[in-house]
């Protein structure tokens, strides 16, 4: 798994910048706060205008699908109104995962995120093994990658700069990408078809 780049400073120069209250290491110290300050601010600022750019879940051009032959922990990758997007097959085991790191999310509850009203809960999904979400990147557009499998936690994870998603596509904290995957308009016709584009 990728990783942020993380900054190495000798032990030596940690204990000196942030213990020592000596008045000639109080600027950087300032600085240090500002510049965390800034971060938090941007990270609030990105969702926000996100938010505001996309005011509803994609609708239109409806397209159907059948799902007889997606088996369980298997994604299906289509092409919808020149984007990506997603159809997961949950297992019983990932769906019940999604409760385990809410802490970790920025929107855990879905209250800032785009997608249909009947979507709104915590699997985001009409029926809880069926997912279907647009695949890019909240951050800057990319194309997360699916990781699963003995031993992996679930999620998806985003090559350009690392943005994790879970698999109701709700973001963790660690990555850049500011709100959670958007999820599109669609209905379910019978156990095995999906119709996106049309409640």
């Given at each position: 798994m990728?990783?942020?780049?993380?900054l190495?400073?000798?032990?030596?120069?940690?204990?000196?910048?942030?213990?020592?209250?000596?008045p000639?290491?109080r600027?950087?110290?300032?600085?240090?706060?500002?510049?965390?300050g800034?971060?938090?601010?941007?990270?609030?600022?990105?969702?926000?205008?996100?938010?505001?750019g996309h005011?509803?879940p994609?609708?239109?051009?409806?397209?159907?699908?059948?799902?007889?032959d997606?088996?369980?922990g298997?994604?299906?990758v289509?092409d919808?109104?020149?984007?990506?997007?997603?159809?997961l097959?949950?297992?019983?085991?990932?769906?019940?995962?999604?409760?385990?790191?809410?802490?970790?999310?920025?929107?855990?509850?879905?209250?800032?995120?785009?997608?249909?009203?009947?979507?709104?809960?915590?699997?985001?999904?009409?029926?809880?093994?069926?997912?279907?979400?647009?695949?890019?990147?909240?951050?800057?557009?990319?194309?997360?990658q699916l990781?699963n499998?003995?031993?992996v936690?679930?999620?998806?994870?985003?090559?350009?700069?690392?943005?994790?998603f879970?698999?109701?596509?709700?973001?963790f904290?660690?990555g850049?990408?500011?709100?959670?995957?958007?999820?599109?308009v669609?209905?379910?016709?019978?156990?095995?078809?999906?119709?996106?584009?049309?409640?």
């Amino acid at each position: 798994m990728a990783h942020p780049e993380r900054l190495h400073t000798p032990s030596s120069r940690l204990s000196t910048t942030f213990m020592n209250d000596d008045p000639s290491h109080r600027p950087q110290r300032r600085r240090l706060q500002v510049l965390a300050g800034i971060c938090a601010i941007g990270t609030g600022v990105g969702a926000a205008r996100y938010l505001t750019g996309h005011t509803r879940p994609p609708t239109g051009n409806p397209v159907a699908t059948d799902l007889a032959d997606l088996q369980p922990g298997k994604l299906r990758v289509l092409d919808w109104q020149g984007r990506t997007l997603w159809i997961l097959r949950r297992t019983a085991e990932e769906v019940s995962a999604l409760a385990d790191h809410e802490s970790e999310l920025i929107d855990p509850h879905c209250q800032h995120s785009l997608q249909p009203e009947n979507c709104r809960n915590r699997h985001r999904s009409l029926h809880s093994n069926v997912f279907v979400a647009i695949g890019q990147c909240t951050h800057q557009g990319c194309t997360p990658q699916l990781r699963n499998g003995p031993g992996v936690r679930s999620e998806f994870l985003c090559p350009c700069h690392t943005s994790r998603f879970d698999l109701a596509g709700r973001v963790f904290r660690s990555g850049p990408a500011p709100a959670n995957l958007v999820i599109p308009v669609y209905r379910l016709d019978g156990d095995n078809r999906v119709v996106i584009g049309e409640a």
